[in-house]
C-alpha cells in the first residue's frame, strides 16, 4: 500500500479514514461476522462498497477471511489482532460522540467490554 507521507495519523487514514471502515470493524466488535451481517448495519452500506472496503481491511492485515460456515458460500471475517488494536480508538470515538453530538444512541455494553485480546488470530481462507 502506498501511504501520502510518514506521518503515522495519515497513513491510518490512509488505511481506514474513509465512512465505511471503521463502521466494518466496529460491527466485528459487536459479533458481524458475515457479508449479510455487514449489509444489515443501520447505515446500508452498498453491495459494491462493502466487498471493496472488506477486501482493503483484509489486505492491510486488519481482518481475515475464514473459511465459510456449513452451508454457507461465503466465508465469514474475524478481526486480526492487528485490527483488534483498533479497538480502544474505536471507544474513544464512541464515547466523545455520545458526549459531544446530541441525540447519538449509546453504543452496547459488550462494545465497551470488549478488549484487544478478546480477539485470537484468524484462521486463513482455504485455498
Known amino acids: 500500500m502506498e501511504f501520502r ?3 503515522p495519523i495519515a497513513s491510518t487514514l490512509d488505511i ?3 465512512k465505511w471502515s471503521l ?3 466496529r460491527s466485528m466488535v459487536v459479533g458481524a461476522t458475515s457479508y449479510s451481517d455487514f449489509l444489515a448495519s ?3 452500506i452498498s453491495t ?3 466487498a471493496e472496503r472488506l477486501r482493503r481491511l483484509e489486505d492491510a492485515g486488519l481482518i481475515a477471511r475464514t473459511t ?3 452451508g454457507s458460500i461465503r466465508g ?3 478481526l486480526t489482532p492487528r485490527g483488534a488494536e483498533l479497538i480502544p480508538a474505536l471507544q474513544e470515538l464512541a464515547r466523545w460522540g455520545e458526549a459531544n453530538i446530541p441525540d447519538r444512541w449509546e453504543a452496547p455494553e459488550r462494545f465497551y ?3 484487544p485480546e478478546d480477539f485470537g488470530e484468524a484462521a486463513p481462507a482455504d485455498g
Do not use: F, M, P, T
Request: hydrophobic share 50%; proline share 0%; net charge positive.
Open 5 to 7: 507521507s510518514q506521518c
Open 16 to 18: 481506514v479514514g474513509d
Open 23 to 25: 463502521l466494518i470493524l
Open 42 to 44: 443501520a447505515e446500508k
Open 48 to 50: 459494491n462498497i462493502l
Open 68 to 70: 465459510a460456515r456449513q
Open 76 to 78: 465469514a471475517y474475524a
Open 113 to 115: 467490554a470488549a478488549r
